[in-house]
């Protein structure tokens, strides 16, 4: 070769180079290879990402598949695989305009799979959203008709939820019963293997189709880019474990470290915490069939007594936010100041005053928590020492979480019960309202003014009559202390220093990451 063809190629060769390492703007060089080990707390009960709302798959699948719509950073609907959808005037036909996407195995999706993919879900889907479906058309390989028998508003949302996503497969596979699938997606990343008891493989999928209308990462959406040529997601129940392994750098990311351990290691250069705010309600369920609870004078008392600073501060460690609203800010649902007036009172002589006025007389409390989780623990014992600090009888029962979780499905046995909701704020207002609204809501009586907005937010088709109808149930639920909101919490992911892009999320999001 002559030095002149030598150099030539060379020129090329760090022109290629520029171009995968570097963004146009970014201020970070941006890595394409290498292999990124994650450590997830339980094993993924399957794979199949629609049939199953663990999150342990979760986390694994949205690599994997795409869905039509999906949630942007703030949880907004946003398209994936649609690029733009209309609804019409009645509120009874979506018809979506596909991207074009390929699948693993080298095949380009039409509307056709996507048809044969919702198929499938009204047979082995997590969710029952497809049961006012009434029929699906694919007028060309770009357009999805979908055809409801009555107005769902609440359609979108429950289309786009992750909770278990409904994502697109080959049609092929579609006909399959629930995990015989074979792992074929559109995602950023192509299975690889699953060894039960020990991992899941992922790897880049190079005929990757981006998003273009996305800019980069978006939520679940966006303009994905996979830089690393491997994935391994690891089973490790143990903290300490998955700890140890990411300071040795055996791992390099952590799905979910402890507020202590992330605040311990706060200085370690070799380690990078990312907080994620806000991750769950805290909420205080009060059981209004069972006395002295089923006076509303008792429960505005506790209402009025409880400080939620200390028990939030207790019960997270310190990852926190106190706030009244049944809905995020940044979401259409938040309410701005309505209702606030009835949070954060830490008023013990209102608090004696509304008991005295109820006629209370030392009955016991019985606040019914489990030893699974010590969120809930913290909390119950927390609020049980505020509450004996107005006079009030308190018993704290502590059993194991099946227990509680049945127990408190029942009008008696129980006064209150301290849970952590964590992805149905997320998914917005309709199943939080849901489960609060008729025959089974959870604090044991049904209330016609939760029934009758729970009746509006998913019948009625403007936004502005939902909005108002969510205000409500709000207005409701703070009114009358059904449930006291304590504060949101929030969960720390971690990753090594070397680890570039990654910003935590519902799930860690392994795209847009590279390793330095």
């Given at each position: 070769?002559?030095?002149?063809?030598?150099?030539?190629?060379?020129?090329?060769?760090?022109?290629?180079?520029?171009?995968?390492?570097?963004?146009?703007?970014?201020?970070?060089?941006?890595?394409?290879?290498?292999?990124?080990?994650?450590?997830?707390?339980?094993?993924?009960?399957t794979i199949d990402g629609m049939t199953t709302t663990a999150q342990a798959t979760r986390n694994i699948s949205l690599h994997i598949w795409e869905m039509i719509v999906t949630r942007d950073e703030n949880a907004n609907v946003i398209g994936d695989l649609a690029t733009a959808w209309t609804i019409s005037p009645?509120?009874?036909?979506?018809?979506?305009?596909?991207?074009?996407?390929?699948?693993?195995?080298?095949?380009?999706?039409?509307?056709?799979?996507?048809?044969?993919?919702?198929?499938?879900?009204?047979?082995?889907?997590?969710?029952?959203?497809?049961?006012?479906?009434?029929?699906?058309?694919?007028?060309?390989?770009?357009?999805?008709?979908?055809?409801?028998?009555?107005?769902?508003?609440?359609?979108?949302?429950?289309?786009?939820?992750?909770?278990?996503?409904?994502?697109?497969?080959?049609?092929?596979?579609?006909?399959?019963a629930a995990n015989q699938i074979e792992n074929?997606?559109?995602g950023p990343y192509r299975f690889v293997e699953f060894r039960p008891d020990s991992h899941v493989k992922l790897?880049?999928?190079?005929?990757?189709?981006?998003?273009?209308?996305?800019?980069?990462?978006?939520?679940?959406?966006?303009?994905?880019?996979?830089?690393?040529?491997?994935?391994?997601?690891?089973?490790?129940?143990?903290?300490?474990?998955?700890?140890?392994?990411?300071?040795?750098?055996?791992?390099?990311?952590?799905?979910?470290m402890p507020t202590p351990t992330a605040k311990r290691l706060a200085n370690d250069r070799t380690i990078t915490t990312h907080e994620m705010m806000p991750w769950a309600f805290q909420v205080f369920i009060f059981n209004a069939a069972q006395a002295p609870t089923n006076n509303p004078k008792v429960r505005q008392a506790i209402q009025a007594a409880i400080d939620p600073e200390e028990v939030m501060a207790i019960s997270t460690d310190g990852s926190y936010r106190l706030l009244h609203g049944w809905q995020y800010p940044g979401t259409p649902y938040f309410q701005g100041d309505l209702g606030k007036e009835n949070y954060n009172q830490k008023n013990a002589a209102k608090a004696k005053a509304l008991l005295a006025e109820a006629g209370y007389k030392g009955e016991e409390l019985l606040i019914l928590t489990d030893s699974s989780f010590k969120n809930h623990n913290d909390t119950a014992i927390t609020i049980g020492e505020q509450l004996k600090a107005i006079g009030m009888k308190v018993n704290v029962r502590v059993v194991d979480w099946p227990t509680a979780l049945s127990s408190t499905t029942k009008k008696e046995g129980w006064n209150a019960w301290p849970l952590m909701m964590g992805i149905e704020p997320y998914e917005g207002p309709y199943n939080v309202v849901s489960f609060f609204a008729g025959p089974n809501a959870r604090m044991q009586v049904q209330d016609p003014v939760i029934d009758a907005a729970n009746q509006t937010l998913t019948t009625a088709l403007g936004l502005a009559e939902r909005q108002a109808a969510f205000g409500q149930f709000q207005k409701q639920m703070m009114e009358q202390a059904f449930v006291i909101k304590v504060g949101e919490v929030g969960i720390f992911q971690a990753t090594r220093a070397n680890v570039k892009g990654y910003k935590p999320y519902r799930i860690p999001r392994l795209w847009d990451v590279w390793v330095e």
């Open positions: 070769m002559t030095t002149r063809r030598l150099m030539m190629q060379a020129t090329v060769a760090l022109a290629a180079v520029a171009a995968a390492t570097f963004t146009t703007g970014s201020a970070q060089a941006q890595k394409r290879g290498g292999e990124i080990v994650m450590a997830q707390q339980a094993q993924p009960p009645d509120g009874l036909t979506y018809t979506f305009t596909l991207r074009e996407a390929r699948f693993h195995n080298g095949k380009m999706m039409t509307s056709a799979d996507a048809k044969a993919s919702l198929e499938r879900y009204a047979k082995v889907g997590g969710s029952p959203f497809m049961r006012p479906v009434k029929e699906m058309t694919t007028p060309d390989p770009r357009t999805l008709v979908i055809t409801l028998s009555n107005p769902v508003p609440g359609f979108l949302e429950q289309l786009s939820s992750p909770r278990a996503p409904a994502v697109v497969i080959p049609a092929e596979e579609a006909g399959k074929i997606g559109t790897a880049r999928f190079d005929g990757y189709i981006q998003n273009t209308q996305g800019t980069g990462r978006d939520g679940f959406g966006g303009k994905k880019t996979a830089w690393v040529d491997t994935i391994t997601i690891r089973f490790v129940p143990e903290g300490g474990a998955r700890t140890a392994g990411l300071q040795s750098g055996e791992f390099q990311v952590l799905e979910q």
